[in-house]
């Protein structure tokens, strides 16, 4: 059984850090992008990056970009985002997701459950 399994979340207070792990299970991503995107209560589901499949490039949403990295670590199997300056706007539901490619949420074949984030004010 293929599965994503996210984890990191949790509650903080604004400005703080989080890093958030994303390990896959039942098969290697190697050649496959990996990909974070979040969902926040009544929101769209957002896109905030996605790393190639050989873990050299990454992409990101302009949005979240000055304040977020993301990164894999191949030899886990693992998507990692690096959150700093947090902020309440960035209380969501976090989700990794592996298989597609870019922004487009609905390509992706492979998806965690989420990891809540909540950052108090």
């Known amino acids: 059984q293929v599965q994503l399994i996210e984890s990191g979340g949790g509650l903080v207070k604004t400005g703080d850090s989080l890093r958030l792990s994303c390990v896959g299970f039942?098969?290697?991503?190697?050649?496959?992008?990996m990909a974070w995107f979040r969902q926040a209560p009544g929101k769209e589901r957002e896109y905030l990056g996605d790393v190639s499949g050989n873990g050299r490039h990454i992409y990101y949403n302009d949005s979240v970009k000055d304040r977020f990295t993301i990164f894999r670590d191949m030899s886990k199997n693992a998507i990692y985002v690096e959150m700093n300056d947090l902020k309440p706007e960035d209380t969501a539901l976090y989700s990794c997701?592996?298989?597609?490619?870019?922004?487009?949420?609905?390509?992706?074949?492979?998806w965690g459950q989420g990891t809540q984030v909540t950052v108090s004010s």
């Open positions: 997701a592996a298989g597609g490619y870019g922004d487009n949420w609905n390509v992706y074949n492979w």
């Open positions: 039942g098969r290697s991503f190697e050649g496959y992008n």
